[in-house]
Every structure is written in structure tokens, then in C-alpha cells.
């Protein structure tokens, strides 16, 4: 059995796509690139298929990884430009690697986000951003299914620096520019309870009475392994990556050797 590491996409209007919803476009992706899948057993077989930490309905990301097993060798290249044809645009498999060793979900320790605020001056995000790292708790709430929950979000948050959103050179043509931007970057540990990007939002109200007037466009760049020492977030699938290159695998399919796209961008700290 072949196991290959997929990473994902969702832009644009898929980013309000639920988990769900995106399980099912990839299970039909699956069948319409005739994926020699692997299946589970029992009554109701279904493809097996690992998804790792998927992002929040409602935010874009451009790392999100799942597993997938197979019945036979397939070359990851090929198996990713089948399975990217079969998606619809804005979930896009941009990268696959052959699995060479375990743990993928042990190498997601934390995410690198990006949050646009709209119709707010970066002069006042940066104002906040340095009260909240001032801050040795910063408590936020946030409704569960049993009710209203207090954490303290600010041993989660490893980094964060706020930048002037029309001055960034990866300014999107379709905000407009005629308004104040700021660009939050941050760097969340994946901890319990989960800190998500809103819970920073809300500890940035809470610390500095920061409210941007509309809402926050989300987006995760990167997701990885933690580097304490540098405060960066390394490729998951870099691990992968080198055993293939340093033991091409014996057993190969008709479409030939596995190759591994570019790799997962590197997080700021």
C-alpha cells in the first residue's frame, strides 16, 4: 500500500467552504480521477483518507494536508495533476509526496496567518498589536455548545507585527485603495483549547479597543512544525521530501518515478 501526502488550497469564494462540504468535492475528485483508492472495511467502505487540522469555514488557506492511501503505486505528479483537474478552482492541490515517514499531524504545531483589516489604520493596529504583546493574559470568550467559555489567548500566539496593508507588496487589486488597511501576520501554537485567528481579533478588542469596521479577510500561509529557536514554521512535507530524494522508491507506476513540487512557504516569526 502507498501512502501519498497531499497539500491544498482554498482561495477565494471556496475559502467559505466547510470541511465537510470540501470532504465531498475530494471523494468525487477521487472517483473522477479513477484513484486506485484504498478502502476501509466493514458495511460502508469508505476511501481512507487522513485530513490533518483543517482551517475554519470561512478562512482561505494555502496549506491545508490530508493522506491518502492507494492500492497501487501511482506517480505523486501525475496523481496530483489528476486530482487538481478534478477539483473545482480555488481548491487546488498544489503539492504531493510519496509518505517516507510517520507523524504527518505530529509536524502541525502551528499556523502562520494573515489577516487583512479593512478600514483600519496600521498606526492603530500596530498601537494594538504592542499592548497585546504587552499583555502577560490577554482573556477572550467564545460560545461553545455548552455555553460561553474564558481563555487566555496570549501563550498561543508565538509572534505577531502589524503591517501597512497598501504598502504590502502582496496587496490585493480587488480591495479597494482608497481606504486605510492594516495586515496583521501572526503566528498561532496549536494548542488546547484551540486559539483561532477571531480569538486574536477579540484580544486585540479587549487589550487596545481595536474594531475593524469590517470583517477580517483570513488567510493561513503556512502550517508546521514550531521552530522554538528561530520562531519560524518549518515544511511538513520537507521530511517526506528528502527520504524520497535520498531512496528513490523500488516499486514505481506506469507514469514514473515520484518528483516533489516547491515547497510549503516558511512562516515569519
Not at 123 to 144: G, L, N, S
Not at 190 to 203: K, M, N, Q
Not at 206 to 220: C, E, F, Y
Request: glycine residues 6%; proline residues 8%; aromatic residues 4%.
Amino acid at each position: 500500500m502507498q501512502r501519498i501526502r497531499l497539500r491544498y488550497t482554498k482561495r477565494g469564494r471556496l475559502r467559505f467552504t466547510s470541511h465537510r462540504d470540501f470532504q465531498r468535492a475530494f471523494e468525487r475528485a477521487l472517483r473522477r480521477a479513477e484513484v486506485p483508492m484504498a478502502y476501509s472495511a466493514g458495511f460502508t467502505p469508505h476511501p481512507k483518507v487522513s485530513y490533518a487540522n483543517a482551517a475554519p469555514t470561512g478562512t482561505g488557506s494555502e496549506a491545508e494536508y490530508l493522506e491518502i492511501a492507494l492500492t497501487e503505486a501511482c506517480d505523486p505528479d501525475k496523481l496530483r495533476e489528476l486530482l487538481d483537474e478534478s477539483l473545482p478552482a480555488g481548491l487546488d492541490v498544489v503539492e504531493a509526496v510519496e509518505a517516507r515517514t510517520s507523524g504527518l499531524a505530529d509536524r502541525l504545531t502551528a499556523s502562520v496567518w494573515e489577516l487583512r483589516l479593512d478600514g483600519v489604520e496600521p498606526a492603530d493596529a500596530e498601537r494594538a498589536v504592542a499592548a497585546f504583546k504587552a499583555a502577560d493574559t490577554v482573556e477572550v470568550q467564545r460560545r461553545t455548545k455548552n455555553g460561553m467559555r474564558t481563555f487566555d489567548a496570549r501563550p498561543a500566539v508565538a509572534s505577531i507585527e502589524a503591517l501597512d496593508g497598501l504598502a504590502a507588496r502582496d496587496a490585493r487589486a480587488d480591495r479597494p485603495t482608497d481606504q486605510p488597511c492594516a495586515i496583521l501576520r501572526l503566528v498561532v501554537r496549536h494548542v488546547t483549547p484551540a486559539v483561532r485567528p477571531d480569538d486574536v481579533l477579540s484580544g486585540l478588542r479587549a487589550v487596545a479597543d481595536l474594531a475593524p469596521p469590517v470583517p477580517a479577510a483570513v488567510t493561513r500561509l503556512a502550517q508546521g512544525l514550531f521552530d522554538e529557536e528561530t520562531g519560524t514554521v518549518t515544511d511538513p512535507l520537507a521530511p517526506d521530501r528528502e527520504a524520497v530524494t535520498a531512496a528513490p522508491s523500488v516499486t514505481q507506476g506506469a507514469t514514473g518515478p515520484a518528483t516533489a513540487t516547491a515547497a510549503t512557504p516558511e512562516g515569519p516569526a
